[in-house]
């Protein structure tokens, strides 16, 4: 991305998420493991991108405040991609999660806007040259900007991730609780993205549910394949699925993990957001969808920790 204004940006446009792999790895494996762990700063680095409907930063960032706490930076009108565009940008720091807000004033160039988050490289080479090595394609090759570097990576399965570095290294607060990278894919796709994530983020599962309630995804009375990952990028919640899904599920890329549901939702509405789905309980664990001003869907969840 090159920036034209306010550096800060950066860690908006930058889109990525984790995978597991199965099967005893290698030795050659466990060093890329190891490897790939150094390059991770912290998941508050981890931001989500958010692209809203034009016109809709302000009332979007005072609801997602109003529901969650938090602050945010000046609105800046800027270019965060490596060709000609124009966005508006803010970056909001809440105690759920981080997120870059982009409300695009042209249109958004190719693959922008796909992306989900944006990863925080300690060596951002390092970074680019694991992510081939794990079988992730460079989608965008890395770019300078006014205050780094940055590229966009896909896993397999069709999963785009941005990859970014600073020259000065951010400091950001850590999160009060890590939000869920969440990733819907199918049976043919998840081992190979599994494998390639996992050696990638250095992560792990911990927790692999077969016969999950189809509930969790609007379809009650059926299962399909859950997966909790962890790693030094944050938390990533796979879904196996045939693809017959309800709306709004597979329009989310993150779930937010809140103390208080019900409570969380009434402030939701209070500020203009709208509930779309649930609260569905299971498993000790009760989960909404909600929609925010601008478009932004999200998923909120409490309890139930299932890694």
Do not use: C
């Amino acid at each position: 991305m090159k920036r034209k204004a306010m550096a800060w940006v950066l860690p908006a446009l930058l889109v990525a998420l984790s995978v597991v792999g199965s099967g005893a790895p290698s030795s050659a494996q466990n060093e890329d493991r190891a490897a790939a762990t150094t390059t991770a700063v912290g998941p508050q680095y981890d931001t989500t991108h958010v692209y809203v409907t034009p016109g809709a930063t302000d009332a979007f960032v005072a609801s997602w405040e109003a529901t969650f706490g938090g602050s945010h930076t000046a609105k800046v009108v800027t270019t965060v991609t490596p060709t000609p565009s124009t966005t508006e940008s803010e970056l909001v720091f809440s105690p759920v999660g981080t997120l870059s807000v982009f409300d695009f004033h042209t249109p958004v160039p190719y693959p922008f806007g796909s992306e989900r988050t944006g990863w925080l490289m300690s060596d951002f080479d390092t970074g680019v040259r694991l992510a081939r090595k794990s079988g992730a394609q460079v989608v965008v090759e890395p770019f300078d900007d006014p205050i780094g570097r940055d590229a966009v990576v896909q896993f397999p399965g069709g999963v785009n991730a941005q990859l970014y570095w600073h020259t000065k290294v951010p400091s950001y607060a850590p999160l009060e609780t890590v939000p869920d990278n969440r990733v819907y894919l199918t049976a043919d796709s998840v081992d190979a993205f599994l494998r390639s994530y996992l050696r990638f983020t250095g992560g792990r599962i911990v927790a692999d549910q077969r016969a999950a309630d189809g509930g969790d995804l609007g379809r009650p009375g059926e299962t399909y394949r859950r997966l909790a990952l962890r790693s030094p990028y944050g938390n990533t919640v796979v879904s196996v699925t045939d693809g017959h899904l309800p709306y709004p599920f597979g329009r989310e890329t993150t779930g937010y993990a809140v103390k208080d549901l019900p409570a969380t939702l009434r402030r939701a509405g209070a500020a203009g957001a709208k509930v779309l789905w649930g609260p569905y309980a299971s498993g000790g664990r009760s989960s909404a969808m909600v929609e925010f001003p601008g478009g932004y869907v999200a998923e909120l969840h409490q309890g139930g920790d299932r890694g």
